[in-house]
């Protein structure tokens, strides 16, 4: 059900901060429908202290107008956003197509690739083992993983926090030959690390802000050898239970549950199109290969923001955010901070998220969207984002990711 003919994989030459690409063909319009989808979709409008009856007919009909009228102008073929304002109300709508070769209508409990979103749970992993005491934020990495060049010096603050100086190694041309010549390939952590660690560093550690797959990757290896138990199973048991999300993964490779919509992307060696629903993230492993859908995202935004899963001490380091050099954005431990919104967007072949929640009205916003092409050097998820934001928040308009480099 819900599942199209395989296609080729490929991988973004950065996860949050994606390749320039040109934009995808605008998709046929559809009917903006609710999400009144059968489970695991049910139950996502309303719920807690948000009234059932949505935001009123008058935002509820601005909100609709704003998130088509983007999807058409950015191209994208669907969307799926939910909005939780505590006193207000919410919103949860799909718009567009979850399939293009069938016209099928996008619907509200599609599971998605959340790309660099992964990088929150990773890094709550890692927290807790500061927590109990068996890592230290200022422990250098060299003391888990040998040959990182100036691992002496790298802590696992500066890789967390996007100031190790390593270089990506998601922009090294060899790793994106590799991976868009064969999008299938099953890809272990000690395969990609090289394509980064060939590279002179970057910066000094703790200097520069540059965005690196290659700080997760590393942290990812941290938290296993730590535990002595495999990343996916360490994030299952530590931070999907704990946070009640039952329908988060980190796959080994390709697996994606159903239902789930066709991801498009312009990615590729040619530049043209491809179908990338079934291409393999095992690529992005601890920096961006989880599934996951609206209603674990919903819940998960929440427990980011408020450090559930952490003492006050750590969720504190956490959040000290520090400038990225784009306007209205921060970054702290594995978390952005966007104009008062504290979270984290992803982008992956064929799928883009962003999950951000605003404490100041203990508001929630997911948009899940199947495309990653960008538009005008901005990514889709982002201006869906803003202008969501431009309606219901205006004096905390979300300024998006990292642009792209």
């Known amino acids: 059900m819900r599942r199209r003919t395989p296609s080729r994989r490929l991988l973004a030459a950065t996860l949050l901060v994606a390749s320039v690409l040109a934009p995808v063909a605008a998709a046929p319009a559809t009917a903006v429908h609710a999400a009144s989808a059968p489970a695991p979709g049910a139950g996502l409008a309303g719920g807690d202290d948000c009234p059932p009856d949505g935001l009123g007919p008058e935002l509820t009909a601005k909100l609709d107008r704003t998130i088509e009228k983007v999807r058409v102008q950015a191209g994208i073929p669907g969307v799926v956003v939910g909005l939780w304002m505590p006193g207000r109300g919410s919103y949860v709508r799909a718009t567009g197509v979850a399939d293009k070769a069938t016209g099928e209508p996008m619907f509200a409990n599609t599971y998605v690739r959340i790309g660099s979103e992964t990088k929150t749970f990773t890094v709550t992993a890692l927290l807790q083992l500061v927590d109990e005491g068996r890592v230290g934020l200022d422990d250098p990495i060299a003391k888990y993983v040998h040959g990182v060049r100036n691992g002496h010096r790298i802590t696992l603050r500066h890789l967390a926090e ?12 060899d790793f994106v030959q590799a991976l868009l010549s064969e999008p299938r390939r099953q890809w272990t952590p000690q395969e990609v690390l090289p394509y980064g660690l060939k590279h002179e560093n970057t910066a000094e550690p703790g200097t520069t802000f540059q965005y690196s797959n290659t700080n997760l990757v590393l942290l990812g290896l941290v938290v296993e050898k730590v535990t002595g138990r495999p990343l996916a199973e360490v994030l299952r048991h530590r931070v999907f239970r704990p946070a009640h999300l039952k329908d988060s993964a980190l796959p080994y490779g390709a697996e994606f549950p159903e239902p789930h919509a066709h991801g498009y992307t312009n990615q590729t060696l040619s530049g043209a199109v491809e179908d990338s629903t079934d291409w393999n993230p095992s690529w992005a492993w601890a920096a961006g290969g989880m599934t996951s859908n609206l209603r674990d995202l919903r819940h998960w935004a ?44 992803g982008s992956l072949p064929g799928y883009e998220t962003v999950t951000v929640y605003l ?37 905390h308009v979300y300024a998006g990711a990292i642009p792209p480099r």
């Open 162 to 173: 996007m100031r190790s100086g390593l270089y990506p190694y998601t922009a090294d041309k």
């Open 302 to 345: 929440e427990v980011l923001a408020t450090g559930r899963l952490l003492s006050p001490e750590t969720q504190a380091q956490r959040l000290k955010t520090l400038p990225t050099g784009f306007p209205g954005t921060t970054y702290g431990l594995g978390i952005l901070e966007t104009n008062g919104w504290i979270g984290h967007n």
């Open 359 to 395: 404490p100041e009205r203990k508001a929630t916003l997911v948009v899940l969207i199947n495309t990653d092409s960008l538009v005008g050097g901005q990514e889709p998820s982002t201006l869906l984002a803003r202008a969501i934001t431009e309606v219901v928040t205006p004096d």
